[in-house]
């Protein structure tokens, strides 16, 4: 691109000191950074996949020129996509003279640890919860740990702790507060507008500086690794050691981070988060809320992107089924071509999806149910919260104004090798009157339409059952009814 700037260094506020690196693997994630090359080791490594919470910091990041500061998983997170931010780790908490910071008081004087490992992961989350609400219901302090696990102090002691913060010290008056403003001005002086490059040949690390600079970066190197929020990516190198180089990393990219509505259809772009998506989505498509709270813990939430879990094409990705079933586009980038296709056909097989060397997933458009349809989404897991799907389901309905199915739209995640409509289910029910009797006929079709496997998550048998169950239960919430739901041979033994 002509008159592109280049640099060869991430640059990023940790605490309090301005970072400069120019020597940054593609793979080298925060948490070894931080304990390894700076000796910080209050980030402590638990489970190395953003599950347990005990490497969660907080990064700050600018947001439509706003500071905000959110907590992360250190371990999943890559250096690479810190250009432009604020690290805050634990060792830069500090209260009034040498006391304690107020987050870290409350937890001593409520108990709120035992062994310690895991507190200074907690500290890290209940301090971005108090920054942004100072005064949490016990829902929102529930929903801050969700990302955070606890394995002897129990949680009533740190819940406890969380309520009492405030009587400790003013969110308003915190350093973080109080230097806002000055690391505002830090972080807006690091966009120079540059694509950085650091190494050379195959371990190369790209951070493009727009959307229009990431489709040329492609263009030229099409296999390389593109890394949003790092949810998934993050998994291939800690847990199955993938060799992810060249990387490109797009989050918080100019570009792709932008959400909007216009004429009733919003279009998310490709690096906006789950968080960020969140105000919106839940207002308008209110069914969306309630599974966007059970999307990992805050720290994922904070990370991951709709787009990226789009474009991995997992069969158990939360994203794809609701988004199917209301009849969202996909917007495929390759320089300066797009194509805009149905969701539902970028998914070819397992593994395997709609998407040409060189092209991105730059934004994907959902329709808002109009207020003659019902919707709903459906998750199964083993345990409610921070759990990955067995098996989800989502419907859209439309009805005539006899009674009869005017319209139906049906997808599954967890039910086959892509995320799928149950097609055969929605042709029996169509111009049927929405009864009792005809969608126990219409669930005869599951057979045709999905042939579920068996896994540590669930069995088939159990899949089966489930997916019917979920359209009884759907039938049963819009139509005021009682719905009977199957259950296996085995629980009726």
Known sequence: MAGLKMRNEIRFILNGEHVALTKVAPDETLLDWLRLERSLRGTKEGCAEGDCGACTVLVGRLSAGRLVYESVNACIRFLGSLDGTHVVTVEHLRGDGEKLHPVQQAMVDFHGSQCGFCTPGFVMSLYALWMRSPEPSDAAIERALQGNLCRCTGYEAIVRAARAISSYGKAAKDPLAAEREAVTVKLAAMKDGSRIEIGAGKQRLVVPANADDLAAVLDKEPGATIVAGSTDVGLWVTKHMRDIAPAIFIGNLDGLCTIFEDKGIISIGAGVTYTDAFSILAKRIPALGPLFDRIGGDQVRNMGTIGGNIANGSPIGDMP????????????????????????????????????????????????????????????????DEDITAALGAFLLTLAGDGTVADIRIAYGGMAATPKRAAAVEEALLGKPWMEATVEAAMAEYARDFTPLTDMRASAEYRALAAKNLLLRFFAETSGTKAPIQISRHEAA
């Open 321 to 384: 089924p609701p988004l199917i079933a209301l009849g969202a586009r996909l917007t495929l980038r390759r320089g300066n071509k797009r194509r805009t296709i149905p969701l539902e056909d970028f998914f070819i097989a397992y593994g395997k999806q709609d998407r040409q060397p060189g092209e991105f997933v730059e934004a994907v458009h959902v329709p808002v149910p109009g207020s003659d349809t019902k919707f709903a989404v459906y998750k199964i897991t083993k345990r409610r």
